[in-house]
Each structure stands twice: as C-alpha cells, then as structure tokens.
C-alpha cells in the first residue's frame, strides 16, 4: 500500500523560512519522480517543484523559482521541500505525489 506522509508545514511570518517532508512507504521510492504541488483556497491545485528520481534534476514553478529547493534521500525514502522568504501567497496545503498518489497535505500559513 503507497503511503505519502508529509509533515513541517505551519505558521511563519512573511520572509521566514519552512522545510517540509514527505514520508514514503509501500513503493521503490528510488525509482519514482517526485512533486511537491499546492492548493491554496478557492485555487487550482499547481506544480510547485519536481526532482528526477536519482535527485539530479529539478524543476520549479516560476514563483518560487530561487526561494525553494526540492530534494530527496532515496536511502531514508523521503522527499524535501526547503521554503526560504516565504511570502503571504505561498499560503496553502502541500501535497507530496508521485503524480498517481498523493499526501494527505501540509498546511503552510504564511502571516503576520
């Protein structure tokens, strides 16, 4: 059974910083692409990041292009998110997916 568990999510304050997770079991992890995408409401779900499944090759939405970097240990399974100079728009849940499977969520509220 595919299980995609993030986690890291919270309140920050505009500029702060956030590290998500995603959790992976039920599947080669190391032979899978990874995305990270969001929701905010009222909002179409967006590709924020994508990562190769060896972790050499990234791609970014253009709005967090310099700000974000996704990641991966293959050997832990996990899949990474860093989020530097967050800003208000950046609010939404974070999902971990293969693209077939997906995360529960992590909710990211950026406020002050």
């Known amino acids: 059974q595919v299980q995609l568990v993030e986690s890291g999510g919270g309140l920050v304050q505009p500029g702060g910083s956030l590290r998500l997770s995603c959790a992976a079991n039920?599947?080669?992890?190391?032979?899978?692409?990874m995305s990270w995408y969001r929701q905010a409401p009222g909002k179409e779900r967006e590709l924020v990041a994508s990562i190769d499944s060896a972790g050499r090759t990234t791609r970014y939405a253009d709005s967090v292009q310099g700000r974000f970097t996704i990641s991966r240990d293959n050997a832990k399974k996990m899949l990474y998110l860093q989020m530097n100079s967050l800003k208000p728009e950046d609010t939404a849940v974070y999902y971990c997916?293969?693209?077939?499977?997906w995360g529960q969520g992590t909710q990211v509220t950026v406020s002050s």
């Open positions: 039920g599947f080669t992890f190391s032979f899978y692409p």
């Open positions: 997916t293969t693209r077939t499977n």
